[in-house]
């Protein structure tokens, strides 16, 4: 398969819009930041701002998925071991956040929530509300797997990215750092007690937009030079 300069700006506009999505998938929910009780987070199936925001989530797991396959590709002779787990990695973090946001879509809001809500009886109202509560512990645990995932895939691409030229280095070195940031959050998620990670919610919001724009503008400008080193990966393969 013959990889053009066009797929590669392609995956560039993707990891742009990823920067843009970030913002959307960690600033929006201040705007209901004050639901608290269980009651007022059951009146969220009506909010047209929070669906909104968990369908701009599906879509920014689509989008990082295509960005980091483009951005892997050129860096498949040097190190492929470690392009394709990282890459296998971030798939596995878009499916499981896909799956964990289309749980709260369907499930959570428009099944469970809407049939408690409308319930006439006391006993199917804590039943739908038992179903609701219960999911929290599933919820935890695809949480778990796509930061882990998410975690894995910074490290692949960081040590690939290292051993190639001056350019992809110095992301090698974005990711490698942008996994270390991580690595507090997801102490959390294991120990099951939020201890370091609160020190460092300023990634999702801050750092990584910065990140994800950095990455849409290097693939961009490098569109050439990626479509160059895929033509040249058969030939030196026949060699």
Known sequence: MNFTPRFFRFGAVCALLTALTTLVVHVMPNLWSDAMSFEQQVELRLNSLYFINRWVVLLHCALVVVSMFALGLPTMRRAPVAVIFGFLAFACFGFTEMLRTAI???????????????AVDSATRERFRGFIESYSGINDALFFIFYTAFTLG????????????????????????????N????????????????????????????ARAWIG??????????????????????R
């Open 183 to 210: 690595l507090p959050g997801w102490i959390d998620a294991v120990i099951g007690t939020e201890l370091l990670g609160r020190y460092f919610e300023w990634v999702g919001p801050v750092f990584q937009p910065i």
């Open 217 to 238: 503008v290097w693939l961009w400008r490098n569109a050439g030079w990626a479509a160059a080193s895929m033509a040249q990966a058969p030939r030196l393969t026949q």
């Open 154 to 181: 910074l490290i692949c691409y960081g040590i690939a990215f290292l051993r190639t030229n001056a350019s992809m280095s110095q992301l090698g070195i974005l990711f490698v750092v942008w996994a270390l940031l």
């Open 104 to 118: 709260s879509i369907f499930a959570i809001n428009r099944n469970w929530r809407a049939a408690y809500a409308s």
